[in-house]
């Protein structure tokens, strides 16, 4: 599976963004698929994962209320919509995605997008 995020930008503090992230291949619904961050001299957090159908998610305390992820199984493509967004959202962001289970403890991702740089202005 190849991942290519898009939709990043700069955007003020209290704006929006909507993230994308398209998968190639034909087994996008057997992945449960997940965004992740990387500020400048940290490391890569987790932000929102998503199950295979899209039922379930599960969102860092640190997003949740603000980002909403969401997949569309007919164009192999994960969202993460972020709202109300805050300097401290600035990273580069990842999607990845996953043979694990959603609600799988320990889950390991398998692949990693390019990442996409998102910039809060305060």
């Known amino acids: 599976v190849q991942l290519q995020a898009s939709g990043g930008g700069l955007v003020q503090a209290g704006g929006s963004l909507r993230l994308s992230c398209v998968a190639s291949g034909r087994t996008f619904t057997s992945y449960t698929m997940g965004w992740f961050r990387q500020a400048p001299g940290r490391e890569r957090d987790f932000v929102a994962r998503?199950?295979?159908?899209?039922?379930?998610?599960y969102y860092a305390d640190s997003v949740k209320g603000r980002f909403t992820i969401s997949r569309d199984n007919a164009k192999n493509t994960v969202y993460l919509q972020m709202n109300s967004l805050k300097s401290e959202d600035t990273a580069v962001y990842y999607c990845?995605?996953?043979?694990?289970?959603?609600?799988?403890?320990?889950?390991?991702?398998?692949?990693w997008g390019q990442g996409t740089q998102v910039t809060v202005s305060s």
């Open positions: 990845a995605a996953s043979q694990d289970p959603y609600y799988y403890s320990k889950i390991r991702y398998d692949y």
């Open positions: 998503i199950s295979l159908t899209g039922s379930n998610t």
